[in-house]
Antibody
Framework: EVQLVQSGAEVAQPGESLKISCETS????????VAWVRQIPGKGLEWMGA????????????IYSPSFQGQVTFSADTSISVAYLQWSSLTASDTAIYYC????????????WGQGTLVPVSS | QAVLTQPPSVSGAPGQRVIISCTGS?????????VQWYQQLPQTAPKLLIF???NRPSGVPERFSGSKSGTSASLAITGLQAEDEADYYC???????????FGGGTKLTVL
């Protein structure tokens, strides 16, 4: 059974760094892109970009939406099948629910989703 | 502003049929890229409902169907049930943006 389990809610302050995780199981982690999707409370879905995890000896391939390029960083640990989303300096506008989602093989859609991680940023 | 345009809300009585539209452009839907639909029940993660324009994943009832023509796509729900009350999002790929794009979402209310 394919599962994506995300880390719990993280309350953070402006200027702090943060890394949230997406633990995958039930499929070959190195065969599918893992995407990140933002949802500001009460708003729609925004594609942030995706990572293609490659084995530990190779740098994973990443693609970022222009709206998020330079604002966040994707990474992955293939030894434990986990994808990460991180910020170096959060702002209040980063307050949202963040979903990870598995991209279907050779397709531009998402067939399995994590449960979401709420990141409230407030001083 | 979302790249794909959806009506903010639709409604229908139980048992009725509703249609949700999704309008794109010549750089996404009209450029031949497939359209997907996701259902997001309150306080839950999105769930794939329709993929590749008109295909249902295993477990999705036949009451849900998708279609695509030109620069637009539609999601039809027949035999409306109270449990269908949710937000629905269309999604495609945009060649100009070189990335995935979503519609703004449509809130379905079952009267």
């Amino acid at each position: 059974e394919v599962q994506l389990v995300q880390s719990g809610a993280e309350v953070a302050q402006p200027g702090e760094s943060l890394k949230i995780s997406c633990e995958t199981s039930g499929y070959d982690f190195t065969s599918h892109w893992v995407a990140w999707v933002r949802q500001i409370p009460g708003k729609g879905l925004e594609w942030m970009g995706a990572i293609y995890p490659i084995d530990s000896d190779t740098v994973s391939e990443t693609i970022y939406s222009p709206s998020f390029q330079g604002q966040v960083t994707f990474s992955a640990d293939t030894s434990i099948s986990v994808a990460y989303l991180q910020w170096s300096s959060l702002t209040a506008s980063d307050t949202a629910i963040y979903y990870c989602a598995r991209q279907a093989l050779n397709r531009n859609y998402f067939d399995f989703w994590g449960q979401g991680t709420l990141v409230p940023v407030s001083s | 502003q979302a790249v794909l345009t959806q009506p903010p809300s639709v409604s229908g009585a139980p048992g009725q049929r509703v249609i949700i539209s999704c309008t794109g452009s010549t750089s996404n839907v009209g450029d031949g890229y497939d359209v997907q639909w996701y259902q997001q029940l309150p306080q839950t993660a999105p769930k794939l409902l329709i993929f590749s324009n008109d295909n249902r994943p295993s477990g999705v009832p036949e009451r849900f169907s998708g279609s695509k023509s030109g620069t637009s796509a539609s999601l039809a729900i027949t035999g409306l049930q109270a449990e269908d009350e949710a937000d629905y999002y269309c999604q495609s790929y945009d060649s100009s943006l070189s990335g995935v794009v979503f519609g703004g979402g449509t809130k379905l209310t079952v009267l």
